[in-house]
């Protein structure tokens, strides 16, 4: 091919002679480490630049990496989803942002420069959560590219992209068609790691939950009565203070990211530090606590979402075997990688499509039920609620995340499953924030029914 074939613009106005040079070598010939399957073409170019639809989920450090890497890369079709404000804190590493953006729209501000910066980018934003859309909104996108720092959030962007999936109900063969594959970053200090997930073909999310490190817990009897650090304050203040004092309304649930809420249980955590003479208790501390916020490094982002991008290109295009499918990256002492293959869980509760079961005497409390879908590495809920149907009427069993609702059916934790009308064989439906679709649990007991 010669030097003006590639260097022929694909869009004017946009483009420019050698602005896509570097993509049209790799797309428009073949190499060493070119798969069988892949077939170069000069129609590969042109349709990446103008038809495949990327969601960025998250604008934070790793999300601003990944919206300009993209951008450059040529994908111009790009959404981006982020329901964070810009603090300054964040602007030592989140490079699209400056002092002047405190307090407005991560999303916004990031799509703003993006489109002005890269001519023919066409930057989507949403200043919402993920939870606000329907599965219609992400069935449009050729691919999903995540940058969270939350495990909840990416268990319940990894149960709906599963929940968009088409099944022959018949052979139970994968409309494979159907698939959005989804490519998650993550990092925490000097470590990351990348990975490529094919919904209902490779190891999901929820998968591999033991690969993500364990949440620090405090003791309530710590926290109530024998306080020692600043985390024991905040803990205080969330967990004792706020359901009892109810400072924003009875129903209000505490949002990490409302600025009313942080400066309330702030205020609350100084006055308990000050009463027991703590140093420490800051804005930043206490947001950090109740968001569960992890250290990030500039470097790390910027290694982790060139990997992720990379691995976008080649999804997408095929000009190269993806990642297969998980990489480790650790720079603490010098520079090491390491990619092996998950593999798919067979129980998992995300992606086997397997009935789900919990076992239980009848004469366990609902309590020890509740404790396991919190507790158990396999589900790791954050505060499931439960219903089930009893005599042709469902009946709400525990419910934590409406006050309301809990307080009235706090009573039922005490009860027996046998006391609760929940024999062997009953259907139990838990829905958590960790999935957007409830979960139907059969009870079974392990002596049979009492």
Known sequence: MCSSDLDTPVVQGTDWPGRWT????????????????????PDLLPFLLENIKVLVIGAGGLGCELLKNLAMMGFRNIDVIDMDTIDLSNL????????????????????????????GCKVVPHNCKIQDFEGDFYSKFHLVVCGLDSVVARRWINGMLISLLDWDEETGELDKTTIVPLIDGGTEGFKGNARVIYPGVTACIDC???LFPPQVNFPLCTIAHTPRLPEHCVEY??????????PFGEDTSIDGDDPAHISWMYERARERAEEYGIQGVTYRLTQGVVKHIIPA????????????????????????????????????????????????????????RRPQRLDFPASARLQEVLDHLVDSPTFQM?????????????????????PSIEAATRCNLKKSLEELGLVDGSEVVVADSTSPNSIVFTLRHPQGPH
Not at 24 to 34: D, S
Not at 237 to 246: A, D, G, T, Y
């Open 22 to 41: 570097h993509l049209a070598r790799i797309l428009e010939r073949r190499g060493p480490l070119t798969p069988s399957e892949f077939t170069p073409s």
């Open 237 to 246: 203040s969330r967990l004792l203070l706020w359901p009892k004092e109810k």
């Open 382 to 402: 954050r505060a499931p609620g439960l219903t089930t149907s009893l005599g042709g009427k469902n009946k709400t069993l525990y419910m934590a995340s409406v």
């Open 208 to 210: 591999t939950l033991d």
């Open 92 to 119: 030592n590493r989140q490079f699209l942002f400056r002092q002047s953006d405190v307090g407005k729209f991560k999303a916004q501000v990031a799509a703003e420069c993006i489109n002005t910066w890269i001519p």
């Open 297 to 352: 490094v500039a470097s790390t982002n910027a290694v982790i979402a060139a990997a992720c991008t990379t691995e976008v290109f080649k999804v997408v295009t095929s000009c190269a075997a993806p990642l297969a499918n998980y990489m480790v990256f650790n720079d603490t002492d010098g520079v090491y990688t390491y990619v092996y293959e998950q593999e798919r869980s067979e129980t998992c509760l995300a992606c086997s």
